[in-house]
Structure formats: structure tokens, C-alpha cells
């Protein structure tokens, strides 16, 4: 991986290839999938506002006039939701080559998903795990297939608290429970990697994030919308770990891709380190047992 300034240039065709990217209508979503369907890929976005969807796809293909871009409908609020779209997708597909689990939620006020989570981790972790679970058997089918989570460098911030993961118990912290979440992105993908290791048809699974890029998900925060304005990266740039993470022909299983620069902040994207309580393999089998229970999806 010597290439330090690896970018879209760095991307061959993905003609023939079936990509899925959660939360795609805006933000870096929006931006892979505007990349990957301009290098030839088919690209299902699944996405919770299919009319939104809709325009995105036609600004795109107004600059590629021939993405082949499909939609949809997952609300990753909802296990029933995650389950629908899998079943819709392999009724259309016969492959799929990455899965980018992009969508996700930020420092918004205490909510609960459909089925009782609360909703940072319900739809940033678990909304995801019951997807990939049962978009597995595709996964597998498909040779060379990738699984990208998407972290954050809030993640460095987390600390599960396993005996009230829904936040019962305790008086509601937005930010502490968006870095919960983004350790959970982490603990699944190690504990995914480590548990496909000896399985020869198993995906890949690669994670990433990106650094502190100007995106539509700080809304709820307006500090860090002020903040963002004067020295985040743009959305062009913020996507290169994920579109690394997701192509790279040298990245390999438990790899996370992060801003080169300061602090991991904007930049390239690069193999970068995350924190030693992510590395913890008996707290991400805590987790994934738990989201096991909790979703009624065993892998």
C-alpha cells in the first residue's frame, strides 16, 4: 500500500460487479455512489427516503449517462426493515461483491427504533448487523465479495456499557452514545473477521472512517457544524477510506482505512490504528453475542 495519495484515479472498472451502500442519498453514500457507478459498478442504493433516492440517481446519471444505479427501501430502524430488503435484494441479484454500511445517525435527541434500541446504537450497529447477517449467503456466494463498516475517530471516545446498552438506566449523553455506537462498528468488524478467518468463501471485511468531513450528519450538533465549516475536509475527499476500503486490491481482512493527516482528520486515506479497547476481542464478543440475542440474526 505504498500509494499515500490513493484516489479515484486509483479505481479500476467495476463493470460486472453488484455494490449495495446504506444511506446513500446524501453525504459520503451519496458520493460512492456517484464514484463506483461512474466506474461502471451496479450500485443499489438502499435508502429510507426512495423520492430522495430517486433525484440523486438522476443527478448522477445526468454526469454518467449510463450508472446503473437501482434503489431500494431499508430503514435501518427496523429489523423487519433489514430482513425485507435482504429478501427483495436476493430476488433481484445473484451476487453481491460490497456491501458498504455507510448510513448512520449523529448526536440526534434520545429516540428509540422500532424494536426498542436506542436508536444511535439501534441503527448505526445493530440495524446493520441484522442486514449483513442475512446478506451473507450472497456474500459468500460471490467471489472476493467485501464487507466495509464505517467507523469514526469518535469511536476513540467509546465505551460500551453492556448492562444498559439502550440507556435506561442512565441520563441520555448523545455524544457519548454516537462514540458508543462507532466502537460497536469496530468490535463488529474485527469479531466478523476473526470469525470468518478459516472460511474460504468468506468476504472480506474492511473498515474505515472519515476523518472530519462536512457532511449532513452534524445537524443535530451545532458546535460541531460551526466547527466543521472552517476545517473539515469535503465529501470528496472524506470517501476515500471507505472507496479504499471497499476496492483496494492490497487491503486485508481487519484493516481500517483513516485520513493520513493530523490527528486523522482529512487527508488520504492510509491504514491507520484504532484505539487498544476497539482491539478488545473478549468485549466484541460481548457485543456480538448481545446483538445476537438482540436481533434474533445468528450468523
Not at 20 to 31: M, Q
Not at 72 to 95: E, G, I, P, Q, V
Not at 105 to 113: D, E, G, H, Q, R
Given at each position: 500500500?505504498?500509494?499515500?495519495?490513493?484516489?479515484?484515479?486509483?479505481?479500476?472498472?467495476?463493470?460486472?460487479?453488484?455494490i449495495?451502500?446504506?444511506?446513500?442519498?446524501?453525504?459520503?453514500?451519496?458520493?460512492a455512489?456517484?464514484?463506483?457507478?461512474?466506474?461502471?459498478?451496479?450500485?443499489?442504493?438502499?435508502?429510507?427516503?426512495?423520492?430522495?433516492?430517486?433525484?440523486?440517481?438522476?443527478?448522477?446519471?445526468?454526469?454518467?449517462?449510463?450508472?446503473k444505479?437501482?434503489?431500494?427501501?431499508?430503514?435501518?430502524?427496523?429489523?423487519?426493515?433489514?430482513?425485507?430488503?435482504?429478501?427483495?435484494?436476493?430476488?433481484?441479484?445473484?451476487?453481491?461483491?460490497?456491501?458498504?454500511?455507510n448510513?448512520?445517525?449523529?448526536?440526534?435527541?434520545?429516540?428509540?427504533?422500532?424494536?426498542?434500541?436506542?436508536?444511535?446504537?439501534?441503527?448505526?450497529?445493530?440495524?446493520?448487523?441484522?442486514l449483513?447477517g442475512?446478506?451473507?449467503?450472497?456474500?459468500?456466494?460471490?467471489?472476493?465479495?467485501?464487507?466495509?463498516a464505517?467507523?469514526?475517530?469518535?469511536h476513540?471516545?467509546?465505551?460500551?456499557?453492556?448492562?444498559?446498552?439502550?440507556?435506561?438506566?442512565?441520563?441520555?449523553?448523545?455524544?457519548?452514545?454516537?462514540?458508543?455506537?462507532k466502537?460497536?462498528?469496530?468490535?463488529?468488524?474485527?469479531?466478523?473477521?476473526r470469525?470468518l478467518?478459516?472460511?474460504?468463501?468468506?468476504?472480506?471485511?474492511?473498515?474505515?472512517?472519515?476523518?472530519?468531513?462536512?457532511t449532513?450528519?452534524?445537524?443535530h450538533?451545532?458546535?460541531?457544524?460551526?466547527?466543521?465549516?472552517?476545517?473539515?475536509?469535503?465529501?470528496?475527499?472524506?470517501?476515500?477510506?471507505?472507496?479504499?476500503?471497499?476496492?483496494?486490491?492490497?487491503?486485508?481482512?481487519?484493516?481500517?482505512?483513516?485520513?493520513?493527516?493530523?490527528?486523522?482528520?482529512?487527508?488520504?486515506?492510509?491504514?491507520?490504528?484504532?484505539?487498544?479497547l476497539?482491539?478488545d476481542?473478549?468485549?466484541a464478543?460481548?457485543?456480538?453475542e448481545?446483538?445476537?440475542?438482540?436481533?434474533?440474526?445468528?450468523?
Open positions: 500500500m505504498s500509494n499515500t495519495k490513493w484516489n479515484v484515479s486509483n479505481i479500476p472498472s467495476q463493470a460486472g460487479k453488484v449495495v451502500i446504506t444511506g446513500a442519498t446524501s453525504g459520503l453514500g451519496k458520493e455512489t456517484k464514484v463506483l457507478a461512474g466506474k461502471n459498478a451496479t450500485v443499489v442504493m438502499a435508502v429510507r427516503n426512495t423520492k430522495k433516492a430517486e433525484a440523486v440517481a438522476k443527478e448522477i446519471q445526468a454526469e454518467f449517462p449510463n450508472a444505479i437501482d434503489i431500494k427501501r431499508l430503514d435501518l430502524n427496523s429489523l423487519d426493515s433489514a430482513k425485507s430488503f435482504a429478501d427483495s435484494f436476493a430476488n433481484s441479484y445473484d451476487r453481491l461483491d460490497v456491501l458498504i454500511n448510513a448512520g445517525i449523529m448526536m440526534c435527541p434520545f429516540s428509540k427504533t422500532d424494536d426498542g434500541f436506542e436508536v444511535q446504537m439501534g441503527v448505526n450497529h445493530l440495524g446493520h448487523f441484522a449483513t442475512h446478506l451473507m449467503p450472497l456474500l459468500k456466494k460471490t467471489k472476493n465479495a467485501r464487507i466495509v464505517t467507523s469514526s475517530i469518535a476513540k471516545s467509546g465505551d460500551i456499557n453492556f448492562e444498559d446498552i439502550n440507556w435506561k438506566s442512565r441520563d441520555y449523553a448523545t455524544t457519548k452514545a454516537y462514540s458508543d455506537s466502537l460497536a462498528n469496530l468490535y463488529f468488524a474485527y469479531e466478523l473477521a470469525k478467518e478459516n472460511d474460504s468463501n468468506a468476504p472480506m471485511v474492511v473498515t474505515s472512517h472519515p476523518g472530519w468531513t462536512k449532513e450528519l452534524d445537524r450538533s451545532g458546535i460541531a457544524a460551526f466547527i466543521g465549516n472552517i476545517i473539515a475536509q469535503k465529501v470528496d475527499m472524506g470517501t476515500l477510506p471507505t472507496l479504499r476500503a471497499a476496492i483496494d486490491e492490497n487491503a486485508k481482512s481487519g484493516d481500517y482505512f483513516g485520513p493520513k493527516g493530523f490527528m486523522e482528520m482529512r487527508g488520504y486515506p492510509v491504514v491507520v490504528e484504532s484505539t487498544k476497539a482491539q476481542k473478549a468485549k464478543k460481548q457485543l456480538w448481545m446483538s445476537e440475542a438482540m436481533t434474533g440474526v445468528s450468523y
